[in-house]
């Protein structure tokens, strides 16, 4: 893995970080991924799939807040928020581990 494939995986859980403190709103946190996973390019298509499913579900909580004029997070879109941030995390952990132990 490159360095600066590593540094953006890196961003992506600083940005995740940063969402988790109420530094970053929702709709600022799915731009963010989205533009990061689009700049790594080295990790396959099925963990890229994946990432961009997570991304997915956050813009679709984002989506509803917006449609509905919420100014936050109701139950369920918590419960997905959170899920998806799990697995996200999950993801990057998944990709840095393999590249540092290659």
């Known amino acids: 893995m490159t360095s ?3 540094l953006l995986l890196e961003q992506l859980l600083t ?6 403190t109420g530094d970053l709103s929702l709709p600022s946190l799915v731009g963010d991924l989205s533009y990061l996973h ?6 396959g ?3 890229k799939r994946s990432v961009w499913e997570k991304i ?3 813009e679709q909580v984002s989506a509803v807040m917006l449609d509905r004029g919420m100014t ?4 369920t879109g918590r419960k997905i928020v959170d ?12 990709a840095k581990g393999q590249r540092l132990g290659h």
């Open 72 to 75: 936050e997070i109701d139950a």
């Open 4 to 6: 600066k494939q590593l």
């Open 56 to 58: 997915g579900d956050l």
């Open 83 to 94: 899920q998806a941030i799990k697995e996200l995390v999950g993801l990057v952990d998944e």
């Open 15 to 20: 940005q995740i970080e940063l969402y988790r």
């Open 38 to 43: 689009d700049a790594i390019d080295n990790q």
């Open 45 to 47: 298509d099925a963990w």
